[in-house]
């Protein structure tokens, strides 16, 4: 579960103690005649989120493209392929992976938290089963989240609205790889450690919407430094920092083109190695919308 953490919000460590509350930022300088601007996103959130932004509307109105982790409309055009990502061999359903003992501890926290038995899931690899208990104890702690209009493809299907073109920086089935190609063994160990911690982490998930919602960026930070329930240094770099790198590679020839708005998860924003920092190496002034 803690892998899904990566679509939840963290603030930059050098700006942090700048501005504690925010989510958008303005790009500008570095030889660009309009600004462009980055969202840190909670793919879970409710829409109206943006409505506590200030400047949010005036900066995506002023943009001519949208930018997302991945274009949405790719995910349903190539829906089956991603499907065989989620899932295990015939060989390996979920029982085989764990002793009796393991699977009834799985099995009790999935029907208590999904209203369903291990059993009923046992063709799906245990990563998806994580990512499935993660979106649902955030559904819970967003009590106003709207499933049909989650709030990436909300901004999606507004800037198509407006005329923006809409694109994203990877596709589906390689966002399908990264997320759901990790070895079987260390699946079945993160879940086993995610279900016998699952005390500690449903409320470590809930603190995180919260602080989310508050945009708390000093909070969501101290969170993901937790060394239990947070990132370990390989999903760090597979999930996040690569990612990063190549989009912050992307973003250098796209922001010249036209001014462009960037949803990505927040997750991608902070420290070293987050957006904010390697557009700011790359010569461009970051700073926060007020």
């Known amino acids: 579960m803690k892998k899904r953490l990566i679509f939840i919000l963290a603030a930059s460590v050098i700006l942090t103690f700048q ?9 500008s300088g570095n ?3 309009k600004p462009s601007y980055l969202f ?11 409505d506590s932004i200030a400047g949010f509307n005036e900066a995506f109105n002023s943009c001519k493209q949208l930018y997302g982790e991945l274009e949405l409309d790719d995910i349903q055009a190539v829906s089956k392929e991603i499907a065989k990502y989620t899932l295990l061999p ?23 938290n999904m209203g369903v038995s291990a059993d009923q899931l046992k063709m799906l690899k245990p990563v998806t089963i994580s990512t499935q208990l993660s979106v649902i104890i955030s559904m819970q702690a ?10 990436d ?18 596709t589906s089935l390689f966002q399908a790889q990264i997320l759901f190609g990790e070895p079987l063994p260390q699946q079945a160990s993160a879940l086993l450690k995610t279900i016998k911690h699952f005390d500690k982490m449903k409320p470590f ?6 602080v989310y919602m508050k945009q708390d960026l000093d909070s969501i930070f101290k969170l993901m430094q937790d060394p239990e329930l947070s990132f370990t240094p390989e999903e760090m770099n597979r999930l996040v920092n690569n990612r990063n790198h190549n989009w912050s590679q992307q973003l250098k020839d796209i922001l010249p083109q036209q001014p462009t708005f960037i949803v990505v998860g927040g997750g991608h924003l ?8 390697l557009l700011r190496k790359q010569g461009f002034t970051v700073t926060p919308v007020e």
Not at 153 to 170: D, I, N, P, R, Y
Not at 205 to 210: A, T, V
Not at 270 to 277: A, D, F, M, T, Y
């Open 153 to 170: 493809a909300f901004l999606q299907k507004k800037a198509k609205e407006q005329g923006m073109s809409v694109k994203g920086f990877e």
């Open 31 to 33: 030889g660009l005649e």
């Open 40 to 50: 840190g996103t909670h793919h879970v959130a409710p829409i109206h989120i943006c």
């Open 19 to 27: 501005s504690n509350a925010q989510l958008l930022w303005k790009i």
């Open 205 to 210: 998930i809930i603190e995180m919407c919260d």
């Open 142 to 151: 967003f009590n106003d989240f709207n499933p049909t209009l989650p709030l």
């Open 270 to 277: 902070p420290g070293s190695n987050g957006l904010i920092e």
């Open 90 to 112: 015939q060989d390996s359903l979920l029982d085989k992976l764990y002793t009796p003992e393991e699977y009834k501890l799985i099995d009790e926290v999935v029907k208590k």
